[in-house]
């Protein structure tokens, strides 16, 4: 059964969902002839990459990238620009398919292990599961109230008592509702920085998804605010899965629970946060989270 | 002594230079003010001559026959040693009452009665092809900026839709004479001229459009489709609500033109006369379409170039042209107050 299309089907089997991980997964030796050392190895992962290769026309952004993430955890793709971890975070929710003339060369994503890039796949019903916060944050210049039930009213729900109670939810889910629950219909502009991008992790989780992807989300904010959004991120890994992609290597160790190192497209190492920056195997990913380079 | 030392670093320059720069700021306030001056001398005339005809000096001040009646002949004779000037109505019943079968009067065309069918023959024409030209116009411009994949054609076709807007009116009226009014059989008629107007201000409607398109942000339409929005929900919900101020913008431009064009509609619109409004005396509610309208600025073509000129023809060609202005003022007024409001409600 493909989870991903559109129709009645949509609950996923609780048989698919992998356990809670108890113990780490047995770290891998990188084999030395291998381009990149395999990822750390989960039983069941909610996603799924295999030897992606992307590309922008003749251009090769991501090179073979091996990586699965596991259910409510917080997985950090770090690296310096250009690396093509943004890339790699647009191809889980196809958000390249926006871009003219974007291609997968070959390898799969898989999300619950279906390969999303199918072409009997609901991309509408991959995006609502799969949803995305940006590096800018964007709320719609509607109403605070409008711009959560936004990806409600598209799905066609009209009862006003269950969008009230889903803005409530969602704003509480982000830490925003002491701060706007009086002023709801006032424009989403009108907030502030650090406001606005709570706004938009609120309006993403209003449609509840399972993933979220955060895409350079605190990059904008003024420190007082990123701390309020990383605090934010520990909550919603209850609940979510979250990938997210960082400059800040400070805040890659604070947040996560797994971190990807990327340099020129290639996955270079991926292993447990603490491994990552404690004890990294590849000397590049060593001299990176050292500050040497990037 | 221009070549003297300078006392300091920040010495004033020549004197020449001086005067060149300001020879050079009088030259382009002249330009400005040489505008300004022709505009106001165009629309002083206008107005001034034009509202001795619409406005009266005793209530309700305002002419209300030149509003709402038919242009008729004026009749100018003398009875009992006065000169009377009447209407063809009034003239033919002053006839009747007086047995003056074989009076003799001078007889001057349209100079007397009103304008209002030219009115509503204008209004028709504007609001027939705006909604046309909108309607197609948006629809293009959502179909290159949103949906069309950038490259060759798609250029091909922006650079053809920019030529377009070069084309001569009288072209356009041409165009529209041989296929709607001929090939496609509809005769001069209402429908003819809603689409040569509103071909002719396409190009101006799809390229403005095109632009307020861009200048919405890509991050509104990303963060709609990462909530699982399809690609129209996302145009219609949250791309075009923004980009119509813009859009109404570039229709204000061509609300001016459709109204005041005459040469596209001569051929496929207007009428020089008719005793019937566009809604009497219709055999079917289609025949509503396929019927030619008179048309404010084809009115005054005809009543300035047409017809002799005297004092009795100035009335009416003056009258006509303000009343024209109000009208075209009147309805770039509305869209502007529609526009500024939909710009308050969306800000970013």
Redesign the interface.
């Given at each position: 059964m493909v989870i991903l299309r559109r129709g009645p089907t949509l609950v996923i089997p609780s048989a698919r969902l992998p356990a809670p991980m108890e113990t780490n997964p047995p770290k891998t030796v990188a084999s030395p002839a291998a381009p990149n050392p395999p990822a750390a190895a989960v039983a069941d992962p909610i996603i799924d990459i295999q030897n992606l290769d992307f590309y922008y026309g003749q251009n090769r952004a991501l090179d073979g990238i091996t990586l699965q993430i596991q259910e409510k955890k917080v997985a950090a793709l770090i690296g310096p620009s250009g690396c093509g971890k943004s890339t790699l975070l647009r191809c889980l929710?196809r958000?390249n398919d926006?871009i003219?003339g974007t291609r997968i060369g070959r390898g799969t994503v898989r999300i619950h292990r279906v390969d999303i890039h199918q072409p009997d796949v609901d991309v509408?019903?991959l995006?609502?599961r799969v949803?995305?916060v940006?590096q800018?944050s964007?709320p719609?210049?509607?109403s605070i109230y409008e711009n959560i039930t936004?990806?409600l009213r598209?799905?066609g729900i009209r009862n006003r008592s269950q969008l009230d109670e889903v803005v409530e939810r969602s704003l509480r889910g982000a830490a925003l509702w002491d701060e706007v629950k009086d002023r709801l219909h006032d424009?989403g502009?009108g907030l502030s920085g650090g406001q606005q991008q709570r706004l938009?992790i609120a309006?993403?989780i209003a449609?509840e998804p399972e993933i979220i992807l955060m895409d350079e989300p605190c990059s904008a904010l003024d420190p007082l605010a990123t701390a309020k959004v990383e605090e934010l991120i520990h909550e919603l890994k209850q609940k979510y899965t979250i990938v997210i992609v960082t400059h800040n290597m400070q805040q890659a160790a604070r947040v996560s629970d797994h971190t990807a190192f990327f340099y020129l497209g290639r996955l270079i190492e991926y292993d447990e946060t603490r491994t990552i920056f404690m004890n990294p195997s590849n000397p590049q990913t060593e001299a990176y989270v050292s500050g040497r380079f990037g | 002594m221009p070549d003297a030392a300078p006392s300091h670093v920040f010495q004033r320059r020549s004197t020449v230079v001086r005067r060149q720069e300001a020879l050079l700021a009088w030259l382009f306030r002249g330009a400005t003010y040489l505008v300004l001056l022709c505009g106001a001398l165009l629309l002083g005339n206008i107005v001034w001559r034009g509202s001795q005809t619409v406005f009266i000096p005793r209530p309700p001040f305002v002419n209300v026959a030149f509003l709402t009646q038919a242009p008729e002949s004026l009749y100018v004779f003398e009875y009992q040693g006065k000169k009377m000037e009447l209407g063809d109505q009034a003239f033919r019943q002053f006839k009747a009452e007086h047995h003056l079968a074989d009076i003799k009067a001078e007889s001057y065309v349209y100079s007397a009665g009103g304008i209002f069918p030219n009115i509503v023959g204008t209004v028709l024409l504007v609001v027939g092809s705006m909604a046309i030209a909108l309607f197609l116009g948006v629809s293009a411009a959502v179909y290159l900026n949103e949906y069309a994949r950038q490259g060759r054609f798609i250029t091909m076709i922006r650079l053809a839709i920019l030529n377009l807007a070069g084309v001569p009116s009288i072209v356009f009226g041409l165009f529209g004479f041989g296929l709607f009014v001929i090939f496609l059989g509809w005769n001069v008629s209402l429908l003819a001229g809603w689409f040569t107007l509103a071909f002719m201000v396409l190009p101006v409607i799809i390229t403005a459009s095109e632009e307020s398109l861009k200048a919405v942000p890509r991050g509104f339409r990303e963060g709609s489709l990462a909530l699982g929005a399809t690609k129209w929900q996302t145009i219609y919900k949250n791309v075009l609500p923004y980009a119509l101020p813009g859009i109404l913008t570039s229709s204000i431009l061509g609300i001016a033109r459709v109204a005041g064009e005459t040469a596209p509609i001569m051929f496929t619109a207007a009428y020089v006369v008719r005793d019937k409004l566009p809604w009497e005396g219709l055999a079917r509610w289609t025949d509503f379409f396929f019927q030619g309208v008179m048309a404010l600025p084809y009115h005054i073509y005809v009543v300035s170039s047409k017809i002799p000129q005297n004092e009795y023809t100035e009335r009416v060609q003056y009258g006509a042209a303000f009343v024209f202005l109000l009208i075209v003022a009147l309805i770039a007024t509305t869209s502007i107050l529609l526009r500024n409001k939909l710009r308050n409600r969306y800000k970013w």
């Open positions: 929710n958000m926006l003219d509408i019903e995006r609502r949803g995305m940006f800018k964007n719609f210049p509607k936004y990806g598209i799905a424009s502009i938009c309006r993403a449609v | -």
